[in-house]
Antibody, heavy 121, light 110 residues
């Protein structure tokens, strides 16, 4: 059974870089059947798609975040990662990693539990 | 401001039928499948409807989806107290080359 687990270093200060990793178990990131995505949800607000990665390295990003986002993969660890630069308080959110079906954009069939990232000085 | 427009709230009494709308445009709902997600507080969303009107195994047939033109709807019949949750529509936007979500609808069972 597929499992996704987000991990990260904890609170981030304004203007710094937010870094998160999603560890995938029970399935391979190299599968041609899926994209691997990051989605976030500010406290009390709705879902916002951040971007996706299709192995080995094709990425799509939310246009509103594109200048600050990088999603990358580490196949040796079956992980994919998110980097968001120049963060502000508006980037405080629960960050989810998720699996999205290839050729079925927006069908997220498996999610991590989410991790709250707080941006604060 | 979300690309897809949902009512912020909906409500009904047990046993009633409620519908939640999702309005978009020709570049998103008008040309792509719509998906619906259910989210309980403190948990990750779960897909409820895929490809406009299909239910994954395990989702009760009380939940149904439809799409017409640039709008979609989620209907819940036989409303139950444990249907209280947030509901989101999602689709791909061809112009943005991005996944877009609705702002979410909080369903209250009175």
């Amino acid at each position: 059974q597929l499992q996704l687990q987000e991990s990260g270093p904890g609170p981030v200060k304004p203007s710094e870089t937010l870094s998160l990793t999603c560890t995938v178990s029970g399935g391979s990131i190299s599968s041609s059947s899926y994209y691997w995505d990051w989605i976030r949800q500010p406290p009390g607000k709705g879902l916002e798609w951040i971007g996706s990665l299709y192995y080995p390295g094709r990425t799509n990003y939310n246009p509103s975040l594109k200048s600050r986002v990088t999603i990358s993969v580490d196949m040796s660890k079956n992980q994919f990662s998110l980097k968001l630069t120049s963060v502000t308080a508006a980037d405080t959110a629960v960050y989810y990693c998720a699996r999205e079906k290839h050729l079925e954009r927006s069908w997220f069939d498996s999610w991590g539990q989410g991790t709250l990232v707080t941006v604060s000085s | 401001q979300s690309v897809l427009t949902q009512p912020p709230s909906a409500s009904g009494t047990p046993g009633q039928r409620v519908t939640i709308s999702c309005s978009g445009s020709s570049s998103n709902i008008g040309s792509n499948y719509v998906y619906w997600y259910q989210q309980f507080p403190g948990t990750a969303p779960k897909v409820l409807i895929y490809r406009n009107n299909q239910r994954p195994s395990g989702v009760p047939d009380r939940f149904s989806g439809s799409k017409s033109g640039t709008s979609a709807s989620l209907a819940i019949s036989g409303l139950r107290s444990d249907d209280e949750a947030d509901y989101y529509c999602a689709t791909w936007d061809d112009n943005l080359s991005a996944v877009v979500f609705g702002g979410g609808t909080k369903l209250t069972v009175l």
